[in-house]
């Protein structure tokens, strides 16, 4: 496989729901990713497929073995990296580089109560441990 980039190249969505499916599956050949892509999308081709991760390769997100008859590809970057990246885009470009105003619109909008009860004991676990530290 080839060597990857340092710094993790922005995946378009479409190729961002395709690294999904191989960080799933780990690495695959295109026929894999198709066949686990359908489930999803039933209208993908294999040779819109083929050419996204293609593109993908072209791009550092995805390593490709050509080793074998079909070539086997992975992800270049584990997820945590990407969204990592991609989370900071976000903040200077949505929030000003507020991480603040990023938390407060999302728990605002997009978390349920059940999460939100999630994210107090988290809190409160890391208080208890930073005011322990001290």
Do not use: C
């Not at 690294?19 to 209208?43: C, F, I, M, N, Y």
């Not at 294999?46 to 050419?51: D, E, K, N």
């Not at 584990?78 to 969204?83: Q, S």
């Amino acid at each position: 496989m080839t060597r990857k980039p340092t710094r993790p190249p922005k995946p378009t969505a479409a190729e961002l729901d395709l690294l999904r499916v191989v960080w799933q599956l780990g690495p695959s050949t295109v026929k894999d990713v198709h066949l686990a892509r359908q489930a999803e999308r039933p209208e993908a081709t294999y040779a819109t497929v083929l050419r996204l991760m293609q593109v993908m390769h072209g791009k550092g997100l995805l390593l490709r073995d050509e080793s074998q008859r079909s070539h086997v590809y992975a992800a270049a970057h584990a997820p945590d990296a990407l969204r990592t990246g991609l989370l900071g885009d976000l903040i200077q470009k949505a929030f000003a580089g507020s991480a603040k105003d990023l938390v407060l619109a999302a728990l605002n909008t997009h978390v349920s109560a059940k999460e939100r009860d999630e994210i107090r004991r988290l809190l409160r676990d890391d208080n208890a441990v930073e005011a322990h530290d001290e």
